[in-house]
T-cell receptor, first 112, second 115 residues
Framework: DGGITQSPKYLFRKEGQNVTLSCEQN?????MYWYRQDPGQGLRLIYY???????QKGDIAEGYSVSREKKESFPLTVTSAQKNPTAFYLC???????????FGPGTRLTVL | GNSVTQMEGPVTLSEEAFLTINCTYT??????LFWYVQYPGEGLQLLLK?????DKGSNKGFEATYRKETTSFHLEKGSVQVSDSAVYFCALSPNSGGSNYKLTFGKGTLLTVNP
């Protein structure tokens, strides 16, 4: 089955630690995205990548970093510089930049 | 900039009731419009979409019509079921070129359907 996988589903980290969230897709999509969701809010774009080895900041990139070394993978690192990292993180992908985005199941990050 | 406004919830209905969730947008040009659904603890699933004016998207009994004159994309279903309980997000994507293609989401509407 083709799809987007995110792991782990739940993640806990201590304040001051960096943590990396995984996102993998086997849809052969060129574009990938990371969103953050907070209770009662819509989704906010963190980073996006239109093609391998290229990525751009979204609306709330501060305190986050990404890499896109392979077409199927787009990991997100939440650094200690992110002041309020507890949230639900969603990865998405699309065939191209203007095509319909499809979402993974999400990772819930809790900072203790 | 682009924006999406959808009716605030929560919305509580009885099974078999008629559902409308309002969505209006602000955008330049001719965006594509989407409804996504999020079940508890899960990611977003595409429910339906429309890419040009007067298009009607439909799926699983849900419908929405792209109305450019009123800049609206209201979601409707004639008879809701308990299994429709979820959060519904309206979103738009500009169809212009360049890097200005990101999805803009509304804040979501929580729907609860009681038996």
């Amino acid at each position: 089955d083709g799809g987007i996988t995110q792991s782990p589903k739940y993640l806990f980290r201590k304040e001051g630690q960096n943590v990396t969230l995984s996102c993998e897709q086997n849809l052969n999509h060129d574009a990938m995205y990371w969103y953050r969701q907070d209770p009662g809010q819509g989704l906010r774009l963190i980073y996006y990548s239109q093609i391998v080895n290229d990525f751009q900041k979204g609306d709330i990139a501060e305190g986050y970093s990404v890499s896109r070394e392979k077409k199927e993978s787009f990991p997100l690192t939440v650094t200690s510089a992110q002041k309020n990292p507890t949230a639900f993180y969603l990865c998405a992908s699309s065939i191209g930049a203007t095509d319909t985005q499809y979402f993974g199941p999400g990772t819930r990050l809790t900072v203790l | 900039g682009n924006s999406v406004t959808q009716m605030e919830g929560p919305v509580t209905l009885s099974e078999e009731a008629f559902l409308t969730i309002n969505c209006t947008y602000t955008a330049t040009g001719y965006p594509s419009l989407f409804w996504y659904v999020q079940y508890p603890g899960e990611g977003l699933q595409l429910l339906l979409k429309a890419t040009k004016a007067d298009d009607k998207g439909s799926n699983k009994g849900f419908e929405a019509t792209y109305r450019k004159e009123t800049t609206s994309f209201h979601l409707e279903k004639g008879s809701v079921q308990v299994s429709d309980s979820a959060v519904y997000f309206c979103a738009l994507s500009p169809n212009s070129g360049g890097s200005n293609y990101k999805l803009t989401f509304g804040k979501g509407t929580l729907l609860t359907v009681n038996p």
